[in-house]
């Protein structure tokens, strides 16, 4: 905290005002001059804290223009920094210079708010369609997400390259397997790429404007539903925004079983990524033994909780699903014979020559990169980056747990791979662990509304990574603003900017499965 | 008991045509039961022919003709290879109009078309899928015309009928020349019908693909005909390695007797060549596309070897 105050001090000293924290997340909050905006930054960057998130208000209903925010990481500590802007000049300095994963932040503040980053160095819409009337920014309080919105002709500019040689080949938005919609555009000579762009928001489902339109218990069933593989870290990262707006702590047991629900998502999910990831390099022994195992966990999450991806057992307040004693033995039972199975596979995985050939040096993220893109999750720790908010950020009972998060050096795709080998390891001992020591007591406590203007922060660490989610309430306590921020967010950008070096475009399926991000979470 | 030859070769058409997808089951039955799942049946390949038959035919508007004679090509170029490789009996009257380096042409004017036909609707991945294909045939038919030369310096003939007759005869002991030959016709063998570690037949990663990139437009009756081709590629690939390496058991000049003891024997050795390529494809993860040369450059050099010792030692 000090050292993030320090430097802010140093860079603008007074005129940045702070205010104390209306909730109880440990996160430094301070308004500044917008000219003052890109000065923070350049601060920031100074001390090496990442920007974790970026994104714009419409605050018509608190009597103000806009707001922009930026939230910024130094290990623990978060700092949110906020310039205000008035309705008739709705520009801002683009920090993207000083930071890149603002690139995408600001394109879409600028498509979606309607606000201008001054210095940004590309125009192009991002999430908006480019058949979007000009004028359609959905997020202002003035759009009618109700009224069907006019269709207009237009064109996207895609990067594109010309010379001897050069060939291109789209690939998308529909795909061959059962995955989700996004478009990959890459410039290739012969098979080595030379460049790969990423377009997304064929899955913009109008979600963040949609939270504003539900009421503060509804938003939780909503925010289950933004990326339907990390249904319990959203929801619960919602719950938990929620939850430090108006200062509510759910009952011991109600944690203990979230994390339980957390852990058991996050080896369901890596245990079918590893598999995933195998099949992509035509190992599909893994693949269909990752699916039996991955379908076990699920299906007891079904006959326990009664939902095979836990959805919805997570609300505010606590959870809504208990477990007794059998149920408890139900699942040390089958840990006990997924993990012996899981140990059984990885050692095929380590043993396999052929494989590693493939996995070894392919889409490699050094460190440096991994920090200059702010990177988050599995990506960021195969990249020697030792981020996890369960370790640094940690929120009950992650606190009493001690947690070990593997690091890797290497940053290629066979580091993922072994990252998250050693998470599900560890998860394996924390599922134990919350079981040992899981408190008595009710699941649930009534929840307090925010009745006047407030706001709530999270950050929870999702199989994927750190998911954020920053709520703003209006004067009458009303949903003003739900700002969600998934990891794919940023980690999409690691993977369009790690494949053009030095890799081949057959390897791009391995390189994109070993990224594994959401596009449902990015689109919103 | 005589019989006429051209009965024979009929015969062994017709059972290069009809079992040619049987095999494929075997295959993929084998790796079901490697991976612990289980299997579609020895029968399935057929269902989805059937369905693709029944399926009607999506072109596009710039298809060329091209695009639509190369399915009857390719499935003719099989049919016709089926003719030529000695698989149930040495006495084929056709066989004698062909010798092996036209086998190897035969195949090398299927894979033309398919590349052309790959480039002709013009879409990326089309395109991409017939330039890997030229890279991995530029490399896979000098090894295997060294293999096979190999086989025919020892039997002093290019004729596929008169090497099988001198082996299966046993006028001709192990050689390590012939050993050396064998291991670089597997090796080529993996790389020419499109199996791991070169190619997944099993893949829908377009971006991956070699030979189904190039295949990806066709519909209908057309990609029923051009997987059925694939599949009798397949077979007839592993019943050349069985003709000019293990022959023991085939029917010899004109004799009915020996017919049902040839498709014994052809069954049975089909089964273990099954049983090889699954050991192969499950315990191998597919490689990265440019150690595919580093591969048949070891088939072309065991090929050489084979040759060089066949000099040297006999």
């Known amino acids: 905290m000090r050292e993030m105050f320090d430097a802010l001090n140093t860079a603008i000293g007074k005129e940045a005002r702070f205010f104390g924290p209306d909730f109880e997340a440990p996160v430094l909050s301070c308004v500044v001059p917008k000219e003052r905006f890109y000065d923070v930054a350049r601060a920031m960057k100074k001390i090496d804290a990442m920007l974790a998130a970026e994104w714009a208000t419409d605050e018509s209903r608190l009597g103000k223009g806009f707001g922009i925010y930026a939230c910024y990481r130094l290990r623990s500590q978060y700092l949110i920094v906020r310039t205000d802007l008035s309705a008739d000049d709705p520009t801002f300095p683009s920090i993207t210079k000083r930071y890149v994963p603002a690139y995408r932040f600001e394109r879409q503040i600028e498509s979606l708010m309607g606000l201008t980053p001054v210095g940004h160095p590309d125009t192009r819409p991002w999430i908006k369609f480019e058949d979007w009337p000009t004028d359609a920014w959905p997020l202002r309080k003035t759009f009618d997400a109700s009224k069907r919105m006019p269709r207009v002709k237009g064109k996207y500019a895609w990067i594109s390259f010309e010379g001897e040689g050069i060939y291109e080949i789209p690939v998308g938005p529909v795909h061959a397997g059962i995955i989700e919609p996004g478009h990959f555009r890459f410039q290739a000579v012969g098979e080595h790429v030379m460049h790969l762009e990423t377009r997304l928001g064929y899955v913009h489902k109008g979600i963040e404007k949609k939270f504003e339109e539900l009421s503060w218990i509804e938003g939780a069933r909503l925010a289950g539903r933004v990326s339907g593989d990390t249904t319990v870290a959203h929801s619960l990262a919602y719950c938990m925004a929620l939850e430090s707006m108006t200062g509510c702590t759910p009952p011991p047991r109600a944690q203990w079983l979230r994390a339980l629900f957390l852990e058991r998502e996050r080896i369901a999910n890596h245990i079918g990524d590893l598999g995933a990831i195998c099949n992509d390099v035509a190992f599909t022994f893994i693949l ?4 039996r195992l991955k379908e076990m966990i ?7 909780f009664g939902h095979r991806f836990m959805m919805d ?15 408890i033995k139900e699942i040390e039972d089958q840990l006990d014979y997924v993990s012996d199975e899981f140990e059984r596979l990885v050692l095929v995985l380590d043993d396999n020559a052929s494989l590693e050939d493939r996995t070894r040096d392919t889409a490699i ?38 947690i070990k998060v593997p690091v890797l050096m290497a940053g290629d795709v066979h580091a993922r791979v072994w990252v998250r080998v050693e998470e599900i390891r560890e998860s394996f001992r924390l599922i134990r662990e919350i079981l040992k020591s899981l408190p008595d007591g009710p699941i649930a406590s009534p929840i307090k509304l925010p009745k006047r203007v407030a706001t709530g922060f999270a950050a929870v660490e999702g199989w994927r990574g750190e998911i954020i989610y920053w709520l703003q309430a209006g004067p009458a306590g009303e949903v003003n603003r739900c700002m969600v921020r998934d990891p794919s967010s940023i980690c999409w950008l690691g993977l369009e900017q790690s494949v053009p070096f030095g890799n081949i475009v057959p390897d791009f399926p391995v390189c994109n499965k070993s990224f594994n991000q959401s596009y449902s979470g990015n689109d919103l | 008991m005589n019989i006429n030859p051209y009965i024979i070769e009929f015969l062994q058409v017709a059972v290069v045509i009809g079992l040619a997808p049987a095999f494929v089951g075997w295959i993929r ?54 003719a030529i490789i000695p698989i149930l009996s040495i006495d084929l009257p056709l066989a004698a109009t062909a010798d092996v380096i036209v086998l190897i042409a035969l195949f090398a004017i299927a894979r ?17 899928g017939s330039s890997r294909e030229m890279m991995i045939a530029s490399l896979a038919e000098p090894a295997m015309l060294m293999a096979i030369f190999t086989v025919s310096l020892a039997n002093k003939s290019t004729s596929l009928a008169e090497i099988v007759q001198v082996i299966n005869s046993g006028q001709m002991m192990l050689r390590p020349s012939l050993a050396f030959a064998f291991i670089a016709f597997i090796l080529i063998t993996l790389a020419e019908t499109g199996r791991i570690p070169v190619d997944n037949p099993a893949t829908h990663l377009e971006l991956t693909m070699i030979h189904e990139a190039m295949i990806l437009e066709y519909s209908g009756r057309h990609l029923a005909l051009v997987e059925w081709a694939s599949m009798m590629k397949l077979y007839l690939f592993v019943s050349l390695a069985i003709a000019v390496f293990t022959p023991w058991g085939i029917a010899v000049k004109g004799s009915l007797a020996g017919l049902p003891a040839a498709i014994g024997f052809m069954i049975a050795k089909l089964g273990i060549a099954g049983l090889i390529i699954v050991l192969i494809e499950t315990g191998l993860a597919k490689m990265r596309i440019f150690r595919v040369p580093d591969f048949l450059g070891v ?5 050489t070897l084979g040759m060089l010792s066949f000099f040297i030692l006999d």
């Not at chain 1, 993220?365 to 370790?391: I, N, W």
């Not at chain 2, 002709?120 to 991409?128: K, L, P, Q, S």
């Open chain 1, 298 to 304: 699920v299906r007891t999450n079904r006959t326990l």
């Open chain 1, 365 to 402: 993220m050094s460190k440096e990169m991994a920090m200059d893109l702010g990177m988050a999750g599995f990506v960021a720790r195969a990249s020697g980056l030792d981020l996890d908010c369960r370790k640094h950020h940690p929120f009950p009972p992650y606190d009493r747990l001690n």
């Open chain 2, 112 to 128: 033309f078309f398919l590349a052309l036909a790959g480039m002709d609707i013009g879409t990326a991945f089309g395109g991409m």
């Open chain 1, 288 to 291: 269909y033994q990752n699916m």
């Open chain 1, 313 to 327: 057992r997570v609300v505010p307040g606590g959870v809504s699903a208990d477990i007794d004693s059998k149920g």
């Open chain 2, 299 to 303: 088939a072309f050099l065991m090929a």
């Open chain 2, 29 to 82: 039955m084998l790796k079901c039961w490697f991976q612990g799942r289980t299997t579609a049946g020895l029968f399935q390949p057929y269902r989805d022919l059937r369905k693709l038959f029944s399926k009607e035919i999506v072109l596009a508007h710039n298809a060329s003709w091209i695009f639509r004679f190369t399915p009857y090509l390719l499935f003719g170029t099989a049919v016709l290879a089926g």
